[in-house]
C-alpha cells in the first residue's frame, strides 16, 4: 500500500516538536475563533495567514488546518451552552443541543458533540487519504477545457444545491467573478475597471473580502440580535464521557449515514452548513421517535455535528488535487498555498510529498488532540463567552482591522474592509449566500485563464467542452444542476395551475 | 441603509434593501460590460482579448440583478415583508457608526490609537464596567497587540504621530 507508506512519512513530519506546538497553537485559537462571535474558520485563518509568510509552509498548513478543526469543534460549544451558533454550521446542533443543556445534560450534549465531530473528521480523513492520490493520478491528465469544466461543475453544483433563490446565488457569484477581474489582467497586460485609481491595480484581495464579509458583517448581524448571552455552565467528567460513549455506539447507523452526507457535501462544495441541516433532518425522517427531536435528543446533536465536520475536512480533498476548494475556509487555505509558493493541484502529489502527506497525517493528530483537548477545557470556553459583548466586539473589529492591514500593509484594505463588512450584512439579510461570492473571488483568475487557454486550443470553438467523454460528462452534470432550480420551480408552477383548474379558476 | 427614511411604522419593509442592493449590483455588472468593451471583447492575433471572459460575467450579473430588481417593483406594493426593525437597526447603527468613524481616522492616526479609542469608547457607552477596567482594556489590548506582531512576528501595523513622538 503506497498510501500507508506515504501517510507513515507524513507522520514523521507531522510529529516533530515544533510541528505539535503548532498544532496545538492552532487547536486552541481555533477554539477560541469558533466561539468567539464575529471571528470563524473562514476569517479567523484568514487573519492569522500574513504572520505565517515566513514559516515552513508545512508547519504553517498545520496550524492554519488546525484552527479550522478548532473552529468546527468551538461552533458546538456555543450553541449548546448560550443557544447562539458560533458558526453557521452549527445552527442545527442548537435544536437539540440546548433544550439537552437546559435538562442539566450538557456535559452529555457537549461529549456527543465533540465525539461526533471527531468521527466525522476521522472518516472525511480516511475518505482523503486513498481518494486523494487516486484522484490526484487521475486528474494529472487534465488539460484546460477539463480544469474548466471542473471549475464549472463547482460554480454549477452551488445554484443547484443552494437553499438560497438561485438568482441571488448566481449574483453573489459574478459579483465575485468580477471582483476578482479588477486589476490587471493576466494574459495581456492590460488594467480592468481600475479607473485611473492606482489602488485597485492590485485587484481585490480575497483575504480583506472576507474578513470584511464574515467578520465586520458578522457583528453588524449579532448588533441586531442582541447581545444576551444567557449561557449553561458545563463541567465535563472522564464517567459522564465514558457513560456517553457506550450510549452513542447505538447511533452508528446515524453516524455512517451523516459521515456519508458530509463527505459528499464536502467534496462537491455544498459545504459544511447543508451538510449539517441535511443530515439532522434525515435523522429525524429515520427515527422511530420524531417528537423528540427538538427537545434534546442526543441523536439530534450527533447527525449535524458529524456530518459538519465530514464535510468541513472532506472540503480539503478537491482543494488538494484539483486546486478547487469545497468551502470558504478551504478557499483561504489555497490562498495560503499560492502565497507560500505552492500550486495546489495533482502536481502537489508529485512534487510537494512532504507537504501534502504531512499535512495529511497532521489531520489525524489534529482530530485526535482536537478531541482530548475540548473535552478538557470546555469550562474555560464557557468563561469565555461570559466577557461582556460591548467589550469582545470592539476588540474583534480591531483584530479584524489588523488582519485586513498585514496582508498587504495597506490601508485602503481596511477601508476596504468596512465596504466588505456592509455587503456582508446586507447579502445575510437579504439571502444572498457569500460562500459563492468568497469562492468566485478566490477561482476567479484561475477559471478565467483554464477557459481562455481551452478557446486558444480549440480557436474559439465551444465543442473542445464536449470534445472527449470526461470533459462531455462533467459539463453535461454542470448543465444539470444549473437547470435543476428551474425545474423545481416549474414543477412548482405547474402544480399551482393544476390546484387552480381544480378549484375552477 | 439609505431608505430609512420612508414607511414610518416600527419595521423598516424589505422591498426597499432588496431593490437598492439588486440595483447596485446590476450597476456594477453593467460597468463591468462597459469596460469589457473598452479593453475589447473580440479576438487579437495572440488569442481573446482582456474584455473576453468579463463581458461574461458582466452580462450574467446583470441579468440575475435585473431579475432580483424587477420582482422586487413587480412585488412592490403588496410585499410585506420585514428587513429589520428601526430598533434594531438602532443598534446596528450603533456599531456602524464607531466603525466609520475609526476606519476613518486609521490613515491620520494609524491603527493602534483609533483601536484603544474604538475599545473605550464602546465599553463607556455601551458596558457596565469602570473607568478603570475600561482604560485597563482600551490602552492593553493595543498594547497587547503591538507586542505580538511588532516584536514576536515583525510585522509593522500602521502607525500616527503618537507612536512617531514615543519613537516607535
Known amino acids: 500500500m503506497d498510501e500507508i507508506n506515504s501517510l507513515m ?17 492552532g487547536l486552541l485559537l481555533g477554539v477560541l475563533i469558533g466561539v468567539l462571535p464575529g471571528l470563524g474558520g473562514a476569517n479567523g485563518v484568514a487573519i492569522l495567514l500574513p504572520l505565517t509568510f515566513s514559516m515552513n509552509p508545512t508547519s504553517a498548513i498545520i496550524m492554519l488546518s488546525c484552527i479550522y478543526w478548532g473552529a468546527l469543534f468551538g461552533g458546538a460549544i456555543t450553541s449548546i451552552l448560550f443557544n447562539i ?87 453573489a457569484m459574478m459579483f465575485g467573478f468580477a471582483l476578482a477581474a479588477v486589476g490587471m489582467d493576466t494574459v495581456t497586460g492590460q488594467l480592468r475597471m481600475t479607473f485611473g485609481f492606482t489602488e485597485m491595480l492590485k485587484g481585490f484581495d480575497f483575504l480583506i473580502a472576507v474578513i470584511g464579509l464574515f467578520g465586520i458583517g458578522e457583528i453588524l448581524t449579532t ?31 446515524t453516524f455512517i449515514r451523516s459521515v456519508l452526507i458530509g463527505c459528499w457535501m464536502g467534496i462537491t462544495p455544498g459545504g459544511a452548513t447543508p451538510a449539517s441541516f441535511m443530515s439532522y433532518g434525515m435523522a429525524r425522517r429515520a427515527a422511530k421517535d420524531k417528537e423528540s427531536f427538538g427537545r434534546g435528543n442526543i441523536e439530534g446533536v450527533v447527525a449535524p455535528e458529524t456530518a459538519a465536520h465530514a464535510a468541513g475536512t472532506a472540503a480539503l480533498l478537491p482543494m488538494l488535487t484539483l486546486g478547487i476548494p469545497g468551502s470558504p475556509t478551504a478557499a483561504v487555505l489555497l490562498g495560503g498555498l499560492l502565497i507560500w509558493g505552492l500550486q495546489p493541484g495533482p502536481l502537489l502529489f508529485v512534487e510537494q510529498k512532504d507537504f501534502v502527506w504531512g499535512l495529511i497525517a497532521s489531520m489525524y493528530l489534529g482530530n485526535i488532540v482536537g478531541l482530548i483537548v475540548v473535552l478538557t477545557t470546555v469550562p474555560w470556553w464557557a468563561a469565555i463567552l461570559r466577557i461582556p459583548f460591548p467589550v469582545i466586539a470592539p476588540v474583534i473589529i480591531f483584530i479584524c482591522a489588523i488582519g485586513a492591514y498585514t496582508v498587504h500593509s495597506s490601508i485602503f484594505d481596511v477601508v476596504m474592509m468596512l465596504v466588505f463588512g456592509v455587503f456582508g450584512y446586507l447579502f445575510k439579510k437579504l439571502r444572498y449566500p457569500l460562500a459563492p461570492l468568497v469562492l468566485a473571488l478566490v477561482l476567479g483568475d484561475m477559471a478565467e485563464s483554464s477557459f481562455r487557454q481551452s478557446m486558444l486550443l480549440s480557436q474559439g470553438e465551444v465543442s473542445i467542452f464536449y470534445s472527449n467523454w470526461l470533459v462531455g460528462s462533467l459539463m453535461a452534470l454542470s448543465i444539470f444542476l444549473l437547470l435543476l432550480p428551474a425545474w423545481g420551480a416549474l414543477k412548482s408552477m405547474l402544480r399551482r395551475r393544476e390546484a387552480n383548474a381544480y378549484l375552477g379558476r | 441603509m439609505s431608505t430609512e427614511s420612508e414607511t414610518p411604522g416600527p419595521a423598516l419593509r424589505r422591498r426597499g434593501p432588496e431593490a437598492g442592493v439588486a440595483l447596485l449590483l446590476l450597476v456594477i455588472g453593467l460597468i463591468v460590460i462597459v469596460d469589457s468593451l473598452r479593453v475589447g471583447i473580440e479576438w487579437a492575433d495572440d488569442g481573446p482579448r482582456a474584455g473576453y471572459f468579463p463581458f461574461f460575467i458582466g452580462c450574467l450579473l446583470s441579468l440575475s440583478s435585473g431579475w432580483t430588481l424587477v420582482r422586487a417593483l413587480l412585488s412592490w406594493r403588496e410585499e410585506t415583508a420585514i428587513f429589520s426593525e ?51 482594556v482600551a490602552i492593553g489590548t493595543p498594547i497587547v497587540f503591538f507586542l505580538i506582531f511588532e516584536r514576536w512576528f515583525l510585522v509593522p501595523l500602521a502607525k500616527g504621530p503618537l507612536e512617531a513622538w514615543l519613537g516607535f
Open chain 2, 86 to 136: 428601526y430598533s434594531q437597526l438602532r443598534d446596528v447603527a450603533a456599531m456602524a457608526i464607531p466603525l466609520t468613524v475609526f476606519v476613518a481616522a486609521v490613515p491620520f492616526l494609524g491603527l493602534y490609537v483609533p483601536g484603544a479609542l474604538l475599545i473605550g469608547y464602546f465599553m463607556r457607552r455601551h458596558g457596565t464596567g469602570g473607568w478603570l477596567a475600561t482604560l485597563a
Open chain 1, 85 to 171: 451558533p458560533g458558526e453557521p454550521w452549527s445552527v442545527a446542533t442548537t435544536f437539540d443541543g440546548f433544550p439537552l443543556a437546559q435538562q442539566g445534560r450538557a456535559a452529555e450534549a457537549l461529549t456527543a458533540a465533540f465525539t461526533s465531530s471527531f468521527v466525522g473528521a476521522l472518516f472525511a480523513v480516511l475518505a482523503i487519504t486513498f481518494l486523494a492520490p487516486l484522484l490526484a493520478k487521475f486528474a494529472l491528465e487534465f488539460g484546460p477545457p477539463e480544469f474548466f469544466a471542473v471549475q464549472m461543475l463547482t460554480f454549477c453544483s452551488f445554484i443547484g444545491m443552494s437553499k438560497e433563490p438561485p438568482m441571488k446565488t448566481l449574483a
Open chain 1, 9 to 25: 512519512h507524513g507522520f514523521s513530519v507531522a510529529l516533530t516538536l515544533p510541528n505539535v506546538g503548532f498544532m496545538l497553537v
Open chain 1, 223 to 253: 448588533m441586531e440580535e442582541g447581545l444576551a448571552f444567557k449561557g449553561k455552565s458545563a463541567k465535563i467528567n472522564f464517567r459522564v464521557v465514558l457513560h456517553t460513549w457506550k450510549e452513542l455506539l447505538q447511533y452508528w447507523r
